[in-house]
């Protein structure tokens, strides 16, 4: 879905920020303390631009094809990614500072239809997913998604029936989620790679549901307007 | 072990806190079930103040309540749950609430 | 920003408009009830369940100083200088003007910032020199 938001520009074009000069200044000062090396976070900074909504798009794929892997990746999440190439202990050896290593899958069924939110923070599987939507960050979403969840899933353009059981799980503490979406009708026979495709970031979330016809790339053209919010700015 | 197994009725201590807290106040006094136990970490009570060589670690859970029972105005269906996880002293047996 | 003194009354002016006031002018008030009390102490990030309108949930994107920030953020962590618990605690304690009023990677850096000074890493005047001199590098590169 993230082809179909604006990019709202924070500042008047070419003006310098406060903040480039306040990070740029903080940043060297630590370098010059031997806080920590311009070395770590180049490689930092190389490990965060790998990462993104590809990642968990190909283990649900995978998950969808071979039951097996989806029972380890239900089972230990953590130890399932590394089948993928996907290790919770980098780039530091020890994982993120801020995502630490104790990654759960939750899995959507008929019945069931999971959603994540951090109403504390901004809590976001990075390792999987990358960085997190910046909505996913305001505290609009945070104030909302626990106690009016269906509300904000209309919003998105998810309307689940009464019969759907909505669990909203508020991500506090040092685990890490991703919702594994039901694989869609209509894909039977698809490569692994075709499915991938399907398996946006927001439907990891728990605000989509994986269509067919809809990829990150790829948004249908019939997409209601609902569907395709998010054009302009917030302000 | 912790004190709690999975299908425990667990209810959220309603304790003060200054300055920082993670666990939210619309979970206080609320009764749920345990559905999952995670490992022992620090608890965050100390970790947010750097008393990480003395810090205390503890069993955490992941409690499941009632969506209804969390909200009084809750205005989707009874089917609807919320999850998250409290560390071991922030929890209690349902059914020793105060007052 | 600060220059002239009528650069600096502009300033004074706009950060009197900051005053937390939203509906209920609190200006140091000599006594406040425990009821108040207690709203004001409510931990700042525990957002979750208040009432609020629907917005568009758009995305920008992240600025390059947003992941840099991220990036150095992490790498304090990473070198033991900090942990993220502690940047989360400190966020809060930055009162709510300014929690809701940052930009989310404003938080960030600000915080870690004050978590350098507060340790004694580096001091406010150092900072001072090294943000005048970054500043004047950028705006030169920039030129």
Not at chain 1, 16 to 30: D, H, I, T
Not at chain 1, 198 to 216: E, F, H, K, Q, S
Request: hydrophobic share 30%; net charge negative; glycine share 8%.
């Amino acid at each position: 879905m993230s082809t179909t938001h604006g990019h709202a520009p924070i500042q008047e074009s070419g003006q310098l920020s406060e903040f480039e000069v306040l990070e740029l200044a903080v940043r060297e000062l630590a370098i010059e303390k031997g806080l920590f090396s311009a070395e770590d976070h180049r490689r930092f900074s190389e490990w965060a631009e790998s990462r993104g909504p590809h990642g968990g798009s190909k283990l649900v794929a995978k998950a969808w094809v071979d039951p097996a892997f989806k029972e380890r990746l239900l089972t230990n999440g953590t130890e399932a990614c590394k089948e993928v190439g996907l290790n919770w202990l980098e780039p530091t050896g020890q994982g993120t500072p801020s995502d630490y290593t104790f990654f759960y899958v939750l899995e959507n069924t008929p019945k069931l239809h999971n959603v994540i939110v951090c109403t504390l923070c901004s809590c976001y599987p990075r390792p999987v997913l990358g960085m997190s939507p910046d909505w996913y960050r305001t505290p609009n979403y945070r104030r909302r998604m626990v106690r009016w969840p269906r509300e904000v899933l209309a919003e998105f353009g998810l309307h689940l029936s009464p019969d759907v059981e909505v669990r909203v799980h508020d991500s506090n503490q040092k685990s890490r989620f991703m919702v594994m979406p039901m694989r869609p009708e209509g894909t039977e026979g698809w490569s692994e790679e075709q499915l991938a495709a399907i398996v946006t970031r927001d439907c990891m979330i728990g605000v989509a549901l994986p269509r067919p016809d809809w990829t990150a790339q790829q948004v249908p053209s019939q997409a209601t307007p609902s569907q395709a919010k998010g054009k302009g700015g917030r302000k | 072990m912790g004190r709690y197994k999975i299908g425990d009725r667990v209810t959220v201590r309603d304790a003060t806190t200054l300055f920082h807290t993670r666990t939210q106040g619309y979970a206080r006094g609320s009764t749920g079930t345990v559905v999952d136990t995670r490992p022992e970490w620090i608890v965050p009570e100390d970790e947010a103040f750097g008393i990480l060589e003395n810090g205390r670690h503890e069993p955490f859970y992941v409690v499941r309540f009632n969506q209804k029972e969390l909200w009084p105005d809750y205005t989707g269906f009874d089917v609807d749950t919320l999850e998250s996880e409290f560390s071991e002293s922030w929890l209690m047996p349902a059914g020793k609430e105060r007052k | 920003m600060g220059s002239t003194p009528t650069q600096y009354d502009t300033l004074q002016r706009q950060v009197s408009n900051l005053n937390p006031v939203d509906r209920l002018l609190l200006d140091s008030p000599y006594t406040i009830s425990n009821e108040l009390y207690s709203v004001l102490r409510h931990v700042l990030h525990d957002v979750g369940g208040q009432p609020d309108t629907p917005v568009p949930f758009t995305e920008k994107g992240e600025e390059p100083w947003e992941m840099n920030t991220y990036v150095t953020c992490e790498c304090l962590g990473w070198r033991g200088v900090w942990n993220s618990e502690e940047r989360r605690r400190r966020e809060n304690d930055l009162g709510m003007t300014q929690y809701f009023g940052l930009p989310y990677y404003a938080r960030w850096i600000t915080v870690a910032t004050k978590s350098l000074i507060d340790q004694g890493l580096i001091t406010t005047d150092e900072l001072g020199k090294k943000i005048d001199e970054v500043r004047d590098r950028l705006t030169k590169r920039k030129k």
